[in-house]
């Protein structure tokens, strides 16, 4: 009866829900929809929350707070330039599959000090580890050991653009339970549903983790001219040319009256 016991309690443990992490996020955005419109020069997303316990702060190491904001992914062409007869031409250009469009990592102390190698590969948080998330479906017979090269270019090209970014001490925690960061979007957005991640971490590892979502839309005449190019491509054509003539004609009619 007792070796039946003990069976029974062992697969209970099994079956049963993970127990909850002594410490929870309980965060909030200031806004979930961000709205492209013809005057649209970027955005800031507030990004503020608590951690939840049922028992006194822990002792040893201080609490850090990881933030990673990621856009949808599009594709993207990466081209390696060479110097042939004193003159820099572009070499073959690789065609990533997708790639984040946007990626912002705001952390409350430099990401070596808040999460651990192991970590950062697992959840992909770091600009370095980005090129885990880059998908590359076919990669061209000429490419051979320098995958990891030219996806390294495509995080490096996006921080030039200003499209991906690292704000080390952006985060900023009071007392081991409140915290906040902002997080500027560029002008450039992509379209789409937008991931918003946030860590907690004690001795450079997670403790809980968080995530929601925010919507980027077009709206207004922004929306109704990229539906059109998308889902009326013909008629979207033949409005373009007759916008262009009538341009060209009220150009020409404007000259001729300024200048008889």
Known sequence: MRAAA???????????????SAEEVVAGLSQTRVSITTWFSGSEIFIYGAVKREAPIPKG???DVV???????TPVIVRRKSREFGVWVNGPGLHVDAAPSFYAVSTTRP???TLSATEDLRYAVGLKGLGQVIRLVDAPAWLGD?????????VRLRRAQGVYFEQIGGVTVDEETLFQTRIELPAQLVEGDYRA????????????YYETSIAVRKVGIEHLIDEMAHERSALYGILSIVVALVAGWAAAALFRFIAP
């Open 197 to 208: 991640r946030i860590f907690l971490t004690r001795n450079r590892a997670v403790v809980d």
């Open 111 to 113: 990401l070596v000090e």
């Open 6 to 20: 003990l069976i029974l309690v062992m697969l209970l443990a099994l079956v049963a829900p993970p127990r909850a």
């Open 61 to 63: 190491p201080p609490l």
């Open 67 to 73: 933030i990673a904001v990621t856009g949808p992914s």
């Open 146 to 154: 320098q995958r990891d090269e030219y996806l390294e270019a495509v």
